[in-house]
């Protein structure tokens, strides 16, 4: 099966994730920190705080802003389950947004609409990795007093107006899962500008406490006080080892991906298979290279027939039992998510792929999609 997605790992992967079990350090020691200063200094923010996933870096950006119980987030239909489910973590409500029907964005319009007194935040999501218009979305933040996050789980990379993923938002949370552009196994990071955010992100990773261990050892003192109710976000230092060694392959990987994905789009210009539409002036990151096909699930069943990894991305979230059954949503709410619902279709992209995995995902593709 050619996956659609997949680490790739390197010796000097190997060779750091060895080093790191041979030191002192296990957990909270120097390779965290010097993972976060990478990352940061790669997008252009002034700190990163490493996480567990993603996942946690979206519920700790919810709990550093002060996002809780009476509070509405707006929050794209089209994402994956914990872009939403963040806010519910701190006792917020989302509200969900429909989305571009071309490159399945969030839009600026669609924000502005859904605004009420309780809004309190929006969170962009970069869907496959091509940047939200954040120019325009920070100007509305910016005249409702909004704070403004950027879920950038798929787009570490990518580029608007010349800046980086991580220096468009107040907050920018990255992951590092095994399908994502730089893996550390599982992983996460939040990375902004304001030293406040930052010191209640790092406290809320551990535990509400007001030190770690390392810092103690250093300090040679045993005393903590638990300054608020937090959570273990922990992320260990084997992690952010391979993170780091990883990190330095990015432009390459990012390089793989956008080759795979021009090679896509020209095989499929004038085929049934439509590519999402991309954004004059971005640099996409192709976490996901997705595109639109009148039978979806037939087309879906024929390319895992031949061997083909195939994957859907994703569910509108407002259509999950869950806010169904707790918010009272359902189809209508967001129709152009749920008319890509209906057709979207996620190739396999990764710098693994070869030339020729790349031939055959196109031959079966367009075969398929009865081209």
Same mark, same amino acid.
């Given at each position: +099966?050619?996956?659609?997605?997949?680490?790739?790992?390197?010796?000097?992967?190997?060779?750091?994730?060895?080093?790191?079990?041979?030191?002192?350090?296990?957990?909270?020691?120097?390779?965290?920190? @010097?993972?976060?200063?990478?990352?940061?200094?790669?997008?252009?923010?002034?700190?990163?705080?490493?996480?567990?996933?993603?996942?946690?870096?979206?519920?700790? &950006?919810?709990?550093?802003?002060?996002?809780?119980?009476?509070?509405?987030? /707006?929050?794209?239909? +089209?994402?994956?389950? @914990?872009?939403?489910?963040?806010?519910?973590?701190?006792?917020?409500?989302?509200?969900?947004?429909?989305?571009?029907?071309?490159?399945?964005?969030?839009?600026?319009?669609?924000?502005?609409?859904?605004?009420?007194?309780?809004?309190? &935040?929006?969170?962009?999501?970069?869907?496959?990795?091509?940047?939200?218009?954040?120019?325009?979305?920070?100007?509305?933040?910016?005249?409702?007093?909004?704070?403004?996050?950027?879920?950038?789980?798929?787009?570490?990379?990518?580029?608007?107006?010349?800046?980086?993923?991580? &220096?468009?938002?107040?907050?920018?949370?990255?992951?590092?899962?095994?399908?994502?552009?730089?893996?550390?196994?599982?992983?996460?990071?939040?990375?902004?500008?304001?030293?406040?955010?930052?010191?209640?992100?790092?406290?809320?990773?551990?535990?509400?406490?007001?030190?770690?261990?390392?810092?103690?050892?250093?300090?040679?003192?045993?005393?903590?006080? +638990? /300054?608020?109710?937090? +959570?273990?976000?922990?992320?260990?230092?084997?992690?952010?080892?391979?993170?780091?060694?990883?990190?330095?392959?990015?432009?390459?990987?990012?390089?793989?991906?956008?080759?795979?994905?021009?090679?896509?789009?020209?095989?499929?210009?004038?085929?049934?298979?439509?590519?999402?539409?991309?954004?004059?002036?971005?640099?996409?990151?192709?976490?996901?290279?997705?595109?639109?096909? @009148?039978?979806?699930?037939?087309?879906?069943?024929?390319?895992? &027939?031949?061997? /083909?990894?195939?994957?859907?991305?994703?569910?509108?979230?407002?259509?999950?039992?869950?806010?169904?059954?707790?918010?009272?949503?359902?189809?209508?709410?967001?129709?152009?998510?749920?008319?890509?619902?209906?057709?979207?279709?996620?190739?396999?992209?990764?710098?693994?792929?070869?030339?020729?995995?790349?031939?055959?995902?196109?031959?079966?593709?367009?075969?398929?999609?009865?081209?």
């Amino acid at each position: +099966m050619i996956p659609y997605g997949r680490q790739s790992i390197s010796e000097d992967d190997v060779t750091a994730v060895c080093e790191a079990l041979r030191s002192d350090w296990l957990t909270t020691g120097p390779r965290v920190e @010097a993972f976060e200063r990478a990352v940061a200094g790669y997008c252009g923010a002034d700190f990163g705080v490493a996480v567990s996933n993603g996942t946690a870096g979206l519920h700790c &950006a919810m709990h550093a802003l002060g996002i809780g119980p009476g509070d509405e987030v /707006i929050v794209p239909a +089209m994402t994956f389950a @914990a872009t939403a489910n963040c806010v519910r973590y701190v006792g917020a409500t989302p509200v969900f947004a429909d989305v571009d029907p071309g490159t399945l964005l969030l839009p600026p319009s669609e924000v502005e609409r859904l605004i009420s007194p309780r809004t309190r &935040a929006v969170i962009a999501v970069d869907y496959a990795g091509q940047p939200c218009d954040y120019d325009a979305l920070r100007r509305i933040c910016v005249a409702h007093k909004l704070f403004l996050v950027a879920d950038a789980c798929h787009s570490i990379g990518a580029e608007a107006a010349g800046r980086r993923t991580g &220096a468009l938002a107040d907050l920018t949370v990255f992951s590092f899962h095994p399908v994502k552009h730089i893996t550390t196994g599982e992983g996460g990071m939040v990375v902004g500008a304001d030293p406040k955010l930052e010191h209640r992100l790092r406290r809320f990773r551990n535990h509400g406490i007001d030190s770690e261990f390392r810092q103690r050892s250093e300090q040679n003192t045993w005393r903590y006080e +638990m /300054i608020e109710l937090g +959570m273990n976000y922990r992320i260990t230092d084997i992690q952010c080892a391979l993170g780091a060694s990883q990190l330095t392959r990015l432009p390459h990987f990012l390089e793989r991906r956008r080759d795979i994905a021009a090679r896509y789009d020209q095989a499929f210009a004038g085929s049934p298979v439509r590519p999402l539409a991309t954004v004059p002036g971005v640099r996409h990151a192709y976490h996901l290279y997705v595109v639109r096909v @009148a039978d979806r699930d037939h087309v879906f069943s024929a390319l895992r &027939a031949a061997g /083909i990894g195939a994957n859907v991305h994703y569910i509108p979230v407002h259509l999950h039992p869950y806010y169904r059954r707790t918010q009272n949503t359902g189809p209508g709410l967001c129709p152009n998510a749920e008319s890509a619902y209906a057709e979207i279709l996620s190739l396999p992209l990764h710098p693994g792929l070869s030339d020729g995995d790349v031939q055959t995902v196109i031959r079966e593709t367009v075969r398929a999609a009865g081209g």
